[in-house]
């Protein structure tokens, strides 16, 4: 073992594991997360990059083929003379993992297997906020379901699911501590989630939750527009607005888990009252219901609410309806964009200010409408940021659509299965009962 130890010291200069199974585990997970960050890589490759020895580096590729969770994908030629390398990546098509959004007037659905390929992806409209709770988690439940079954005919079995909501959340327990847009307070989402998929006789799957825009900031900072961006400030476009801010390529939660309530900056002391019952919130002018009451204030929300969990009109259909105004030169719904536009702008500033980040990511309506909406907000933004030019922050827009935060409550899964890989290491019963 004494190479194990070495070679962790080498890697990250962290304190070392002090038993051998523990660091077995956290060399397996150093392997498994450079092949996630990187296409392919030989074993000479991956000893180089993680400072892991070449001896060690084998043996432990040779464990993860002989579980399914890497694979071998052809020989590189390196160097003049041609020495062959065979290089493998990341697979697990056998390890599922599911990620859910459940928002104001929609469900998402994302799942996917170890390696990132996707098995199943759809979005229904549901009116959570009238439903209530109970009735909310009852569908929730339900769409996890059909989700299940199709990754299983699809030959991988779910390891953990994932679930964004757009909340305060207590990471730890599962816990949706505050849900203004929704009305829920304290609602034990995981527990409750994890006992309706139970099945008597079968191990539950573990359920984790976390806010809608950290997982969308983890799906952007990992597969989106700004990849790989150190520092990236991610914003929803829903009925409200959050924001997941990555700094130093991690993700920012505060001492609490709390941050990123940007939604929730108070910008107009005279304005309107928000959902969390304050006044003047960012999210009173630039979320979708605020952009809605200007535009199409006939369509406006809480007119057409679904009752009895009856379909609603879909987010994203709502911003391409608006969008096809707007092509078509509608000066109404122009102004309105423009307006949200520039208070866009205003409170992009203020993030700017306080965490100086590159680039930010605008999802949901946001991206749909970007076109139009963008060009004001950067320019109010060039004007309100105190360091001006040398700030170099951009404004863009998100081309994963309305799911970045299932696919991020996805990866969320995928990270932990990484993390402690000991939990993917053992066989899954392919056909063991859900």
């Given at each position: 073992m004494t190479h194990v130890t070495q070679d962790l010291t080498r890697a990250d200069g962290a304190a070392l594991p002090t038993s051998p199974p523990a660091l077995r585990r956290a060399n397996l997970s150093l392997v498994l997360r450079h092949l996630r960050d990187h296409v392919s890589r030989s074993r000479v490759d991956i000893a180089e990059a993680t400072g892991l020895h070449r001896a060690t580096v084998s043996n432990l590729v040779a464990e993860l083929l002989e579980r399914g969770l890497v694979r071998e994908v052809g020989i590189e030629h390196v160097g003049a003379i041609g020495r062959p390398r065979r290089a493998v990546a990341l697979h697990g098509a056998h390890v599922g993992a599911l990620g859910l959004e459940i928002n104001v007037d929609y469900i998402s659905i994302h799942g996917a297997d170890l390696s990132g390929r996707v098995l199943v992806e759809r979005r229904v409209g549901f009116d959570t906020v009238g439903s209530g709770p109970d009735r909310a988690l009852r569908r929730l439940s339900l769409g996890a379901r059909e989700a299940v079954e199709a990754m299983r005919r699809a030959g991988?079995?779910?390891?953990?699911?994932?679930?964004?909501?757009?909340?305060?959340?207590?990471?730890?327990?599962?816990?949706?501590?505050?849900?203004?847009?929704?009305?829920?307070?304290?609602?034990?989402?995981?527990?409750?989630?994890?006992?309706?998929?139970?099945?008597?006789?079968?191990?539950?799957?573990?359920?984790?939750?976390?806010?809608?825009?950290?997982?969308?900031?983890?799906?952007?900072?990992?597969?989106?527009?700004?990849?790989?961006?150190?520092?990236?400030?991610?914003?929803?476009?829903?009925?409200?607005?959050?924001?997941?801010?990555?700094?130093?390529?991690?993700?920012?939660?505060?001492?609490?888990?709390?941050?990123?309530?940007?939604g929730h900056l108070p910008v107009d002391p005279a304005g309107d009252r928000c959902g969390c019952g304050r006044y003047g919130c960012w999210e009173t002018k630039v979320g979708l219901a605020a952009l809605m009451r200007t535009a199409m204030p006939e369509q406006a929300y809480q007119q057409d609410s679904g009752q009895d969990g009856l379909p609603v009109s879909d987010p994203e259909e709502r911003a391409k309806e608006i969008a096809r105004g707007l092509a078509a030169g509608d000066e109404r719904m122009l102004a309105a964009v423009a307006q949200?536009?520039?208070?866009?702008?205003?409170?992009?500033?203020?993030?700017?200010?306080?965490?100086?980040?590159?680039?930010?990511?605008?999802?949901?309506?946001?991206?749909?409408?970007?076109?139009?909406?963008?060009?004001?907000?950067?320019?109010?933004?060039?004007?309100?940021?105190?360091?001006?030019?040398?700030?170099?922050?951009r404004f863009v827009a998100s081309d994963l659509g309305f799911g970045a935060a299932s696919r991020g409550a996805a990866s969320m899964v995928v990270n932990r299965l990484i993390d402690d890989p000991n939990t993917i290491m053992d066989p899954i019963p392919r056909q063991a009962a859900y």
């Open positions: 991988a079995v779910p390891a953990g699911i994932g679930v964004a909501v757009p909340a305060m959340v207590d990471v730890a327990r599962g816990v949706v501590t505050l849900a203004p847009n929704l009305g829920w307070q304290d609602l034990p989402l995981a527990a409750r989630l994890s006992e309706a998929l139970s099945t008597p006789g079968t191990p539950a799957v573990p359920v984790m939750v976390d806010n809608d825009a950290n997982l969308a900031a983890l799906a952007e900072h990992t597969s989106g527009v700004a990849a790989g961006t150190p520092h990236l400030v991610y914003l929803t476009g829903e009925v409200g607005v959050g924001g997941g801010i990555i700094v130093d390529g991690k993700l920012l939660r505060g001492a609490d888990g709390f941050s990123g309530e940007v949200v536009g520039r208070w866009l702008g205003l409170g992009g500033s203020i993030v700017v200010n306080l965490f100086n980040p590159r680039v930010i990511v605008v999802g949901g309506y946001f991206a749909t409408l970007a076109e139009w909406l963008l060009p004001h907000a950067q320019r109010e933004l060039e004007r309100l940021v105190v360091a001006g030019p040398a700030a170099q922050c």
